[in-house]
């Protein structure tokens, strides 16, 4: 068990929906970080957030957007959804940039 | 972001010792070199990460050339549970526009061999 928590661990929704997925840091993590991973693409960044800031982007579509609360968990917002939208979306955290960090297990989501 | 290379893939037998190797030639100095595994349908796994030293702990060993730009991660040996993707990822540790954030390649798939 990584600490890191990721809710739901599943979800299935239709083309065009709007979900959250959501997720708990470890205990005392400040850093957030957000990864989509799909078959043909490999693990992909898509946004880190420090302490409720945003710090760094990657390749996050605009109809994506995630927000860090002051209790330091975070939501990835995913709207318009569309079929190549289905994925693995992992959430990582870690203490400081260089230490090490810890990921979720993941929340697998299938657009139909 | 700093790049790594790696091989696509290598074999190992149950109870061989494992040396995955990976090339950064562009590393920086406040880059600290990270390695991760990936089981099938699972999170990615912190394994290990140094700057300049080798470096063990209970998973793996570390052993990073003493020019900093390649690294081997060393499984000393390996199980079937081992089998995984494998990846070398170099973390800025200032932060600077990566702000520490992690850029995985393709990774080594590593296939254990009862």
């Known amino acids: 068990d990584s600490g890191v928590t990721q809710t739901p661990k599943h979800l299935i929704t239709a083309t065009g929906q709007r979900v959250t997925l959501r997720c708990s840091p470890r205990?005392?993590?400040?850093?957030v970080y957000w990864y989509q991973q799909s078959l043909d693409q490999g693990l992909q960044f898509l946004i880190q957030y420090y302490n409720g800031e945003e710090r760094a982007k990657g390749n996050i579509l605009e109809r994506f957007s995630a927000q860090q609360f002051p209790d330091l968990h975070s939501e990835l917002n995913l709207s318009s959804l569309e079929l190549g939208d289905s994925a693995l979306y992992f959430c990582a955290s870690s203490v400081a940039t260089a230490t090490e960090a810890f990921f979720g297990q993941g929340t697998r989501l299938t657009v139909v | 972001d700093a790049k790594t290379t790696q091989p696509n893939s290598m074999e190992s037998n149950e109870e061989e010792p494992v040396h995955l190797p990976c090339n950064h030639s562009t590393i920086s100095g406040t880059d600290y070199i990270h390695w991760y595994r990936q089981l099938p349908s699972q999170g990615p796994e912190y394994v290990i990460h140094g700057l300049t030293s080798n470096v063990n702990n209970r998973m793996a060993s570390l052993a990073i050339a003493e020019d900093r730009k390649s690294s081997t991660l060393i499984l000393h040996r390996a199980t079937l549970r081992d089998a995984a993707v494998y990846y070398c990822i170099l973390r800025d540790s200032e932060g600077g526009t990566s702000y520490g954030k992690l850029t995985f390649g393709q990774g080594t798939i590593l296939t254990v061999h009862p």
């Open positions: 205990s005392g993590d400040l850093s």
